[in-house]
C-alpha cells in the first residue's frame, strides 16, 4: 500500500471499534492477532480480539475523533480522543493512541494492536494534552 492508501486503512480500521463494525475488523485482523491494552491482560486470537471489542462495550453513545495517523512501513500510530456518558450520564473524555503492526508491509491484516489509554479529567480537559 502506498503511504496515503495506508493512512486511509488506519482510520478506517481505527474507526470500525468506535462505529461497531465488527465486519470490517474481521476481515482486516489475522486470525492470531494480538491485542494489548496497556495495564490489563493481552487478548489473542481473532475471535477474543472480536469478543473483547464487541461483546461488552455499547458505541452508540460513543464520539471519537482521530486526531493523527503515522504511518511507517508496516506499521502505524492512530491518536485521539474518544467520550461516552457512563451509567450517570457523566460525559467521560479519553485520550488513546493505538500502534498497530500489520502481518506485512504491504497487508491490509493487522497482526497486533497496542492501546495506550488514559481518562482526562477536568483539568486535562481544560487544558487540552
Known amino acids: 500500500m502506498e503511504e496515503k492508501a495506508k493512512v486511509e486503512f ?3 480500521f481505527n474507526a470500525a471499534f468506535f462505529k461497531g463494525d465488527q465486519e470490517f475488523i474481521n476481515n482486516h485482523v489475522t486470525e492470531d492477532v494480538t ?3 496497556v495495564g490489563a491482560e493481552p487478548v489473542k486470537g481473532k475471535q477474543g480480539l472480536l ?3 464487541f461483546g461488552v462495550a455499547d ?8 486526531e493523527s495517523v503515522i504511518c511507517s512501513k508496516g506499521e502505524a500510530a ?3 480522543i ?3 456518558n457512563d451509567d450517570e450520564g457523566n460525559v ?4 488513546y493512541c493505538d500502534m498497530y503492526t500489520l502481518e506485512g508491509e504491504h497487508s491490509e491484516k493487522v497482526k497486533s494492536i497496542i492501546t495506550f489509554v488514559i481518562e482526562l479529567n477536568q483539568q ?3 487544558n487540552s494534552y
Open 92 to 95: 467521560r473524555n479519553f485520550c
Open 82 to 84: 474518544s467520550r461516552r
Open 35 to 37: 491485542w494489548s491494552i
Open 10 to 12: 488506519f482510520s478506517k
Open 51 to 53: 469478543d473483547a471489542a
Open 78 to 80: 492512530v491518536k485521539g
Open 59 to 66: 458505541f452508540s453513545n460513543m464520539e471519537y475523533e482521530i
Open 124 to 126: 486535562q480537559q481544560a
